[in-house]
Structures are given as structure tokens and as C-alpha cells.
């Protein structure tokens, strides 16, 4: 919606409430509703204040101490953000609701690092484009039944491995038929969604279009798709790995580079083996971006779809990065990141190492061809948080990438997730060990 759009809609009573949001570390979307009226008067122009917190706590808003950016010493105070009124939008999924994505000064800001790496690409003539395949599991209850039985047995919308299967998308098409259509109704434009190899689990997939939009969109989607979920009754879960004898999900990120004069700047192979080189031999510094939480490196699984080692090859899933297309359409797959991940710094993390790669000319491996489980000499994804975490701070990459700030900041972040996990007594143990210890 354009300034004036809204101005009508307001006017006319059409859209009374207007959500102003940023995405946190997460990639969740936190921020104020506010009147349309009050949007439009003050906050289209001066911006509005949250406190700084959101860009400092954990998923459960607990403020943890630590962080240079805001302590307690420093009183958590106020953070201005500024509306990006190219995204203003219709949030179709809400009554009479517009949603805006707002931009903050601070550095360590997901969508800020993502607009820094765009500025570096905008600096040499280059604009990222970019598709994401996000995947889900549709549940057959609600959070709130979920929570009260301690997400135990969850009863997954689908019974059996249904990956294009037509017949069961049928059956879970209430929700997600209605998902598709609140996203393209709110101008986050749909390619498709089908059964993925999971019971109750489906993919959706926005069509592709400049980084930083896309990226939006993956986090519009997201969270409508929640919003949506709950105003049925049921729940779905983007956590890359709920169940461990169930497939995880996935973010399958596909990145090109595109040119001022509407050129595929992947048509140069130099410049493109250099820059797919520079991804994936940064691939393990950066992978806590790819993978956040304790959980996420449970998806990684030989024989499941998900990566398990640092290789290219031409339209090849067992790959951690998949060559596909060729002309106008060439692009890069990677199939690293997981549904938890967010987009945001998903991009940035890509895009810098890429950029890095073609600064220092870093090679690719061979290409590879054939089973990548089965091959024993090649790089692994890190299998644990904790080494993700040891691989993005031995590594002098992300510091150059993004500055000693970022690297600080997140690094305290992963590590209090691991730390918070470390110190629970999960169910497994407990079953495992109360009785028979």
C-alpha cells in the first residue's frame, strides 16, 4: 500500500489498526498495534520507541545479562524505529489491518546487517535476488491443547510421508489453501505449497524477487501462517526439528546475483564459482545463522534430505549447495538453514560470504557427483550448536564481514541458548534414568 492507500482505507474506516513491527534475533515480528489515525499523524513520519530489550533477550523475553548493546546498567532504554513504507502492506489475515516492517539504527538489527551486505552488492552494481522454500508441520490442535499437555504426542494433521501427495494436501488444504491465500492477498505473492516427507508437513514457496523483500516475505509468511494456524484451532511449527524420527524442515535458500543491466552475473563462471566458493568455505562459520537453537543440528541426518557435509553439485540433494538452472535462472541452493532460522541473517551470512569469496578469488572444491552421505573425506556441517558457536568465533570472517559489535552480540546470543538448554533435565533423561539409575 503506497502512503495515500492507507490515508483512504483509515479514512473510510476500511483499515482501523496498523501493526507496526521489527523482527528480532529470531526472526519473530515484535512491535506495537496501533489506530490508523495515530500511525498516520505520528508515526509514519517521526517513528515510534520500543525498548531496546527485544534486540536482548531470549525467545521466553528474558532479559539476560551480558550484552554490551543493553544491561541492566544501562537501564534498557529506548530503541527509535523508523517505518519502511515499501512494506507497508494489507495484513489480509486481520480484520480492517495493515502491517509495516521498521528499520533500526542499531547495528546488530537482523534486517539491518541484511541491508548492509545489499548496500556492499548496490556498491559494486549488483542486487541479490533471491527464492526460499520454507517448511512446515501442520498439527490437528491447537497451541493451547499442545501446551497443556506439555506438547506431548502431538497429533500431526497428516499419517504418513505424503511429498506431493495431492489427496492429503487436500485434507490439510483448509489451512493451508487459506494461508496461500491471506499471503498473496497481502501482497507476499505465492508460487506453490505441497506435501513434504513428513506427515503433516508441507511446503510453502513465495515467489523469488529482490533479498531483502523476500526476506521480509519469509517472515510475513511465518508468522501469518501461525496467526492463521490458531484462528483454526490448530497449531503448525517451523522448528527444524520437532520429533527425531520424523524428516526436519528446511530453508532452502536459492540466491543469484543480478547486474544493473538486467544480466545473471552468474553467466560470468569465474565470478560465480568464486562467490559459490566463498560460501562454502565459510560455510562452517556461519552455519549458527543457518542453524540457531540446540535443535536445529538434529535435522542433519544422513538419507533425510538434509545436508550433512560441505559440497556442490548440479541438481543434487544430498549437497549442501545445489546448482540449479542454467542462463537467466542460475542459482545457488543452500540447503543448510532450517525453518527456525532467520531470513534475515540467512541472507546476510550468504551474501557477505559470497562477496568475500570474490575479494580473495577462494576456489570451490571439485564438484562432486554422486552420494554425499556415503562420502567420508569431505567438510561437515557442525553437529552440535556448541561447535557452530567454536566455528564462528575462531573465524576471522565474521568480524570482517560484519564488525566486532555483531560477532559479540551474537555469539552471547547462541551461547545463551546452549547455556539455557544445558541447564534443564529434559523428559529423555527422566525416562531414561529416574527409575532405573
Known amino acids: ?127 541479490a535476488m ?51 491465500r491471506a499471503l498473496d492477498a497481502s501482497e507476499v505473492p505465492i508460487e506453490s505449497s505441497k506435501g513434504e516427507w513428513g506427515p503433516g508437513q508441507q511446503e510453502i514457496n513465495l515467489l523469488f524477487c529482490e533479498a531483502l523483500e523476500q526476506a521480509d516475505r519469509n517472515a510475513l509468511y511465518k508468522h501469518a501462517a501461525k496467526e492463521i494456524a490458531w484462528q483454526q484451532g490448530k497449531a503448525v511449527t517451523f522448528m527444524a526439528k520437532w520429533d527425531e524420527t520424523l524428516a526436519g524442515s528446511s530453508m532452502h535458500v536459492h540466491l543469484s546475483l543480478w547486474r544493473e543491466d538486467g544480466t545473471n552475473a552468474f553467466s560470468d563462471e569465474a565470478f560465480f564459482l568464486h562467490f559459490l566458493g566463498g ?17 536445529s543440528y538434529k535435522r542433519y541426518q544422513a538419507g533425510s534430505f538434509a545436508p550433512t557435509s560441505i559440497a556442490w553439485c548440479r541438481d543434487n540433494r544430498t549437497a549442501g549447495f545445489r546448482v540449479v538452472g542454467s542462463g537467466k535462472s542460475l542459482r545457488i541452493e543452500c540447503r543448510i538453514p532450517g525453518a527456525d532460522a532467520n531470513p534475515y541473517l540467512v541472507y546476510a551470512a550468504l551474501i557477505a560470504a559470497g562477496l568475500d569469496g570474490v575479494d580473495n578469488q577462494i576456489s570451490p572444491p571439485p564438484l562432486f557427483e554422486g552420494d554425499v552421505y556415503e562420502a567420508n573425506n569431505l567438510p561437515r556441517v557442525p553437529a552440535y550448536l556448541r561447535e557452530a558457536i567454536h566455528e564462528f568465533e575462531k573465524s576471522d570472517f565474521p568480524a570482517r564481514a560484519f564488525g566486532p559489535e555483531i560477532v559479540t552480540h551474537y555469539s552471547h546470543f547462541w551461547r545463551t541458548e546452549q547455556r539455557k538448554f544445558d541447564e534443564v533435565v529434559t523428559d529423555w533423561e527422566k525416562k531414561r534414568f529416574f527409575e532405573r539409575i
Open 1 to 127: 500500500m503506497t502512503r495515500e492507500e492507507l490515508g483512504k482505507a483509515v479514512g473510510s474506516g476500511e483499515i482501523d489498526t496498523v501493526l507496526a513491527v521489527m523482527p528480532d534475533l529470531y526472526g519473530r515480528l515484535l512491535g506495537k498495534r496501533l489506530t490508523g489515525h495515530y500511525f498516520l499523524e505520528h508515526v509514519i513520519g517521526d517513528g515510534m520507541h520500543v525498548c531496546d530489550y527485544l534486540l536482548a533477550c531470549d525467545i521466553e523475553m528474558d532479559p539476560v545479562p551480558g550484552y554490551a548493546f543493553t544491561n541492566w546498567e544501562r537501564g534498557y532504554g529506548d530503541l527509535h524505529v523508523q517505518p519502511d513504507l515499501n512494506t507497508l502492506r494489507r495484513a489480509a489475515w486481520l480484520d480492517k489491518t495493515a502491517i509495516v516492517l521498521c528499520d533500526s539504527p542499531a547495528s546488530i538489527a537482523p534486517r539491518t546487517m541484511l541491508q548492509a551486505q545489499i548496500a556492499m552488492l548496490k556498491s559494486r552494481g549488483l542486487t
Open 130 to 180: 533471491g527464492g526460499t522454500e520454507i517448511e512446515l508441520y501442520v498439527f490437528d490442535e491447537s497451541y493451547e491443547a499442545l501446551r497443556e499437555k506439555h506438547y506431548a504426542s502431538p497429533k500431526t494433521a497428516g499419517r504418513y510421508i505424503e511429498d506431493y501427495h495431492i489427496f492429503q494436501g487436500t485434507k490439510e488444504e483448509a489451512l493451508i489453501g487459506a494461508i496461500r
Open 279 to 295: 560460501m562454502m568455505h565459510h560455510a562452517r562459520a556461519i552455519t549458527a545463522f543457518f542453524a540457531p537453537n540446540v535443535a
